[in-house]
């Protein structure tokens, strides 16, 4: 299974050119996307959800300073928030 960052993620999150149509979101070159597929790639694998959004389900992706949520709606997987992580801060 596959995690597709929406186009707002790369673009304005991750500070990444969003690549021509025929190249595909989820192969683009970033460790918070590679993680995420790596975490979602078996349907059982390791997910810690975000309980502090009630009204959909998503997951914690976390590498280096990246954290990310996910929504696991089936295939694909979609990774709809990115941000480095703030040490100390309430918004982390």
């Known amino acids: 299974m596959s995690v597709r960052p929406t186009l707002r993620c790369p673009r304005e999150e991750l500070g990444l050119k969003v690549p021509p149509i025929n190249e595909p979101l989820d192969e683009l070159d ?3 996307i590679s993680k995420a597929n790596d975490q979602f790639a078996v349907p059982t694998g390791p997910r ?3 309980r502090a959004v009630d009204d959909a389900i998503m997951f914690k992706v976390k590498v280096q300073r990246w954290r990310g949520a996910v929504v696991d709606s089936g295939e694909p997987s979609w990774l709809v928030a990115a941000g480095t992580r703030e040490d ?3 918004d982390n």
């Open 88 to 90: 100390g801060s309430r």
């Open 48 to 50: 810690e959800r975000i």
């Open 30 to 32: 970033h460790p918070l």
